[in-house]
């Protein structure tokens, strides 16, 4: 299937219910049909069309009229400094720019604002009787290229279609929902809440950016009802809340994912919302978003249980969607029982992996995260890190997440990370740099202590370092290697 024919189902399921708040008043699906057949029209001589920019309550017309058009919508990273932001640009030729007014002055060349564009439509639209090729590529996503240049992911039609059908019920929403997006359009939660919630029929009402306070006080101003946030969102919220009122009386789901979240953040933020429904989704680019949900159920039965296996699972990515597969791997690519650690490998109709350089995927289309995890015997998947943040440390292998997990639940702990560095005689040691609460000394014997007590000495770290702040993408990843070369140059390693 083709995203194009979403513009039909748009236009025939919800003809008069409003989905987009523009500058002059609502946009019902008839009328985001017409923009998007109209913005159609004026592109069929680019190649892509390509946005720099923050959040637009419009967004979704430039993706819906590159799918009309039968070309690729590639939102960019308008947070990288110029000269990077001009070399992604320039890696589509023959495209379209749109832009928001801020970022235009910065790209070289043509770029029109979008709200300049949406502006310029004629009244002639894209008849949609042409042939449609769903293995077509309908959008590119940049990976964050925190240690390398970024790779563009290509997202299929049918990859996306896939993603819809199998996680989305047509027209689901009631009425009177909305969902508030604050994840930037770049990243792949940006794309997929785009499409999921107009696909269910719910209004999207965009952040331009993120600010706690602002994100609580649209929530009410608009009477939001669905929400998708990053963990460093979540956590500034909890923060929001905890100092002030947390009287959401519309908001019903809150959803979060991107990174491994704090089991202390979601019971935190369980407890101050407790008639909200919390679901957290683990997905990648390269899967064309979630392929894992924790539903509300399983928070709150993990909040409530007395059983330790139970309770686990809120720290758990939760169970794979139906119409993917997992298979958790060992060093010898054979499949492991349920509990033991391995590489994580998935298979299904949404799966992409794939880039401009070719496929990823084996034989027989499976797809290697190279994220670490495993499924306990309910099904629930936990992560336990990317394969290349495994540290070595006298043979062993030492995730740093379950080590970051313990500290993570010590008293005056904001923040954690943990990476290993160059030792002769141990090959890694294990350094955790830990920022705290505000007003909190957490005493770093005692913090030694507690992972000691949870886990095995091995994985004890041999030097805790606090700091003010640790670095994270917009979405909310930590940049570990950022952490890892910082502490590289200045930890004694002969200590």
């Known amino acids: 299937m083709h995203l194009a024919m979403l513009v039909e189902m748009i236009e025939s399921g919800f003809s008069d219910r409003a989905l987009l708040e523009g500058s002059e008043g609502s946009l019902t699906g008839a009328d985001v049909a ?23 309550p419009l967004l979704p017309i430039a993706l819906l009229s590159a799918a009309v058009a039968g070309i690729p919508f590639v939102p960019v990273n308008y947070r990288l400094e110029d000269q990077k932001l001009n070399e992604l640009i320039a890696r589509q030729r023959r495209a379209l720019v749109l832009s928001d007014h801020a970022t235009s002055t910065r790209i070289d060349g043509a770029a029109t ?50 993603y819809l059908l199998g996680t989305v019920e047509f027209g689901s929403a009631l009425p009177d929902e909305a969902v508030l997006i604050a994840v930037p ?3 792949v939660a940006g794309v997929a809440n785009m499409l999921s919630n107009l696909f269910a029929g719910r209004r999207l009402v965009y952040l ?28 500034r919220i909890v923060d929001a809340i905890g100092g002030g009122s947390s009287d959401l009386p519309s908001l019903r789901t809150l959803s979060y994912g991107g990174a ?7 019971t935190q933020a369980l407890r101050l919302l407790p008639s909200v429904n919390f679901v957290n989704a683990y997905g ?24 330790e296996v139970i309770k686990r699972r809120l720290s758990s990515a939760g169970q794979v969607v139906p119409n993917v597969e997992i298979e958790i791997r060992n060093a010898d690519d054979q499949e492991v029982r349920d509990g033991e650690v391995g590489m994580i490998y998935l298979r299904g109709d949404q799966i992409s992996g794939e880039y401009s350089t070719g496929t990823v995927l084996d034989a027989d289309g499976w797809f290697c995260t190279r994220d670490r995890g495993s499924v306990d015997e309910g099904g629930y998947l936990f992560i336990e890190g990317r394969a290349d943040d495994t540290i070595i440390r006298g043979g062993e292998n030492i995730a740093p997440a379950e080590i970051e997990e313990v500290l993570l639940a010590e008293p005056g702990v904001a923040e954690a990370c943990v990476v290993g560095i160059p030792d002769d005689e141990w090959g890694q040691r294990i350094v955790a ?5 505000p007003g909190a000394e957490p005493d770093p014997t005692a913090l030694q202590s507690a992972v000691r007590s949870r886990l095995r000495g091995a994985r004890t770290p041999d030097t805790i370092v606090f700091r003010q702040s640790l670095p994270h993408t917009e979405t909310g990843k930590l940049l570990r290697r950022v952490v890892l070369e910082e502490m590289k140059a200045t930890v004694n390693t002969d200590a």
């Open 208 to 235: 331009t950016s993120f600010d706690a306070a602002m994100w609580l006080e649209t929530v009410r101003r608009e009477s939001v009802t669905n929400a998708m946030v990053v963990p460093t969102m979540l956590a």
């Open 260 to 266: 491994k979240v704090s089991e202390r953040v979601v």
């Open 113 to 162: 604002t979008l709200d300049g564009w949406l502006a310029g439509l004629s009244n002639d639209e894209l008849d949609l009787d042409m042939p449609l090729d769903d293995d077509a590529v309908a959008v590119v996503l940049y990976t964050s290229g925190t240690t390398s240049e970024p790779k563009s992911a290509l997202l299929r039609h049918r990859h996306l279609m896939a």
């Open 34 to 56: 017409s923009l998007s057949r109209r913005g159609a029209a004026t592109v069929e001589q680019y190649d892509a069309i390509v946005y720099a920019g923050e959040n637009h």
């Open 185 to 187: 359009p770049y990243h």
């Open 433 to 437: 740099v830990v920022v705290p609460m």
């Open 284 to 307: 990648l680019t390269e899967t064309a978003s979630t392929i894992a949900v924790l539903g509300p159920e399983d928070h709150r039965a993990a909040l409530e249980a007395g059983s």
